[in-house]
């Protein structure tokens, strides 16, 4: 079986597989913060005492903290179940969930910036960025776009379809192997806020 989660928005998402990629349960919750507390009973709910071959953790970008709950359970029960790990791409799981051609995403990330990224068939076609809702305006072309970012992303253009949308990880197995092969460990997109001090 496979067991796929995602904690890399203000959704807390998981769903288990057969070994046929048909999904034998699912759980997708809205809640904010806190996805420590409820990420593993959520599991526990979806398992049944069941174990997992395979996990499929969300790796990036998005919230910093709920990326590394994300991660630090699949390690763990990885370890546990001596079960295969690897990551997949957060903005490709959004993109997953629309049926549609093109489709930008665009997550909102620190400093009033957004991750932005577009997809067709499931793969990328462009670089992940980490923009300002102006300066993403002229890196994207999909009429669509979708996540938490999409209205910045839209009114900053002045056109196309907003979606406010959330990572299912229901969508997993729709994603190509190679958006869900990575490391398991987080995808940033911009650099990080802390910087070393200079040797004096």
């Not at 709910?45 to 174990?51: C, K, P, T």
């Not at 996990?55 to 709950?69: A, D, E, H, N």
């Not at 776009?145 to 729709?174: I, N």
């Not at 994603?175 to 802390?194: G, I, N, Q, T, W």
Request: charged share 20%; with cysteine.
């Amino acid at each position: 079986m496979i067991l796929a989660f995602d904690t890399s928005t203000a959704a807390c998402t998981a769903a288990l597989f057969d070994g046929s990629g048909v999904c034998l349960a699912r759980r997708d919750e809205l809640i904010g913060r806190g996805h420590s507390e409820r990420l593993v009973p959520m599991i526990a709910e979806l398992m049944d005492g069941r174990s997992a071959d395979r996990i499929l953790v969300g790796v990036g970008p998005g919230s910093f903290t709920g990326i590394r709950v994300g991660i630090s359970a699949a390690h763990g029960l990885s370890i546990g179940w001596g079960a295969q790990l690897s990551g997949m791409s957060s903005l490709a799981l959004l993109a997953a969930g629309v049926q549609a051609g093109a489709v930008a995403v665009a997550v909102i990330g620190g400093h009033g910036e957004l991750f932005v990224q577009q997809f067709e068939a499931g793969e990328p076609t462009s670089e992940l960025r980490s923009l300002t809702p102006a300066a993403a305006a002229n890196e994207t072309s999909a009429q669509l776009v979708v996540g938490s970012g999409a209205r910045q992303l839209v009114e900053a253009r002045g056109w196309g379809e907003a979606r406010e949308t959330w990572p299912s990880a229901a969508d997993a197995l729709k994603l190509p192997e190679d958006m869900r092969s990575f490391a398991a460990k987080p995808v940033y997109a911009r650099a990080p806020d802390a910087k070393a001090k200079e040797a004096a």
